[in-house]
């Protein structure tokens, strides 16, 4: 039988280290337990090389080593389809007993070969070698981010793995589902203007050159919108003026690339994210759902954390430390530092500005029930309902905005066009008459 290594608290708080046999690390949990300690640490005994563990397995012994062949480069991070489902998988077979290492080594071989298989394999090496299995998942933050090893390590403290995993998989697919709904309002119109940009360059760059050669044909005199046309052309193709070294056409094409390169840069540094995030909070369009999306995020992490066993203090390190926004990274950091000096969760998220009256007043009741992961879940269950919500009437909105927009700039193009073409016709009738 495996010795473990553990460190605890007695029940003065006093640290008390010592060794414990048991089956598996959930067995050694509840013996500590069971004599009167609460766990912090467990970890199996590590067994030299070369030397089999006594009572260990034959085909522990006999472990196979990883070829060549099974190794795979890759590139990037686990995505979170992948990760939600071993998450689910993993719940399931812990729920139904079986040890760790078997669990990790059943979800191991399903995998196909790539990252996530890759991973499954060290940590299982990892945790067959006495490393708890939450440390095991830190060394790959590409697959299991901080905000999931942190539940981990309470899960295996607690002794509840399996519910752990089981609200991790729940989080995961409800995150998930909450970044489809926001990037489907993006796409629609992303790629509806797209092609009508395309689509304009293009009679821009191919028929009014034509048109223009006719007027000069027939020696029409050209009114300003017409010329403005026509000089907006030659802007596009390069051939305004003599000096012209780029053809506009290529600037404008450029112009999504430059943008998304500049807020990269200005990414990077406090400053340029705190203005941008502002910025985008205060856009009279997206900023209701941008906001909305940062409450449910970081309310349904900060829940989800609390409500798994960790410390306030460590989950709201987290939660901030997993926002996309600078601006609640700050509101968070001035709740973290309240509460550390014991006072209200809620009164810095309201003098912040940053949640509306409702969920700060949701989250001081919560606090003073001691209820708070609970009410902060149903916070965020209640601002995805208005994410949808969101979502429809802006792409409601987003439509006879598009239309109107287009129908401008199609519009423009025919008169413009057809005005000489009028006066052609008419001087043309004039002299056959």
């Known amino acids: 039988m495996p010795t473990y290594i553990y460190e605890a608290l007695n029940k003065k708080g006093q640290p008390s280290k010592g060794e414990m046999q048991a089956g598996s690390s959930e067995e050694a949990i509840a013996k500590i337990r069971g004599i009167g300690l609460f766990p912090s640490s467990v970890r ?7 030397r089999a563990r006594a009572g260990a397995p034959a085909a522990a012994a006999d472990e196979p080593k990883k070829k060549w062949g099974e190794i795979t480069i890759t590139i990037g991070g686990v995505n979170t389809k992948t990760l939600t489902a071993f998450t689910r998988q993993f719940a399931t077979l812990q729920n139904a007993g079986l040890p760790i290492l078997k669990s990790l080594g059943i979800l ?3 995998q196909r070969p790539g990252l996530m298989k890759n991973v499954l394999r060290g940590v299982h090496e990892d945790v067959s070698g006495g490393m708890t299995l939450s440390d095991a998942m830190a060394k790959h933050p590409k697959a299991f981010s901080k905000l999931y090893t942190k539940m981990i390590a309470a899960g295996e403290v607690g002794g509840v793995l399996d519910l752990i995993l ?3 998989a729940e989080f995961l697919e409800k ?3 909450l970044k489809r709904r926001v990037l489907g309002a993006m796409i629609y119109p992303a790629v509806v203007l797209s092609v009508a940009a395309l689509i304009v360059l293009g009679i821009m760059y191919f028929i009014v050159p034509k048109f223009e050669q006719i007027f000069k044909d027939f020696e029409t005199n ?3 919108l017409t010329v403005a046309l026509i000089d907006t052309s030659k802007w596009l193709g390069g ?4 000096g012209q070294i780029v053809p506009g056409a290529v600037i404008i094409l450029m112009i999504p690339f430059f943008v998304f390169g500049a807020i990269k840069l200005a990414r990077k540094a406090t400053t340029g994210r705190l203005v941008l995030d502002t910025v985008a909070l205060k ?3 997206f900023g209701a759902l941008i906001a909305k999306s940062a409450i449910a995020r970081f309310t349904r992490t900060l829940g989800t954390l609390i409500g798994a066993g960790v410390p306030i203090l460590d989950a709201i390190l987290i939660t901030r430390d997993t926002t996309n926004s600078e601006v609640y990274y700050r509101a968070l950091n001035r709740v973290h530092d309240s509460v550390r000096q014991g006072e209200s969760f809620a009164e810095p998220l309201r003098t912040s500005k940053t949640c509306d009256e409702v969920v700060v007043n949701m989250i001081d009741v919560g606090e003073q029930s001691g209820d708070l992961d609970k009410m902060l879940l149903r916070v965020a269950d209640n601002h995805d309902e208005q994410v949808d919500a969101t979502v429809s009437s802006l792409v409601s909105l987003l439509e006879p905005i598009m239309v109107m927009l287009l129908g401008g700039i199609v519009g423009f193009i025919v008169v413009a066009l057809f005005m000489p073409l009028v006066s052609l016709i008419q001087s043309v009738s004039m002299r056959g008459g």
């Open 175 to 177: 995150a998930a589902k």
């Open 239 to 242: 051939t305004l003026y003599e």
């Open 222 to 224: 050209l009114p300003w």
């Open 166 to 168: 089981q609200r991790l």
């Open 283 to 285: 856009s009279p369009v």
């Open 44 to 50: 199996e005994q590590k067994v030299r090389k070369g």
């Open 108 to 110: 191991e071989k399903q």
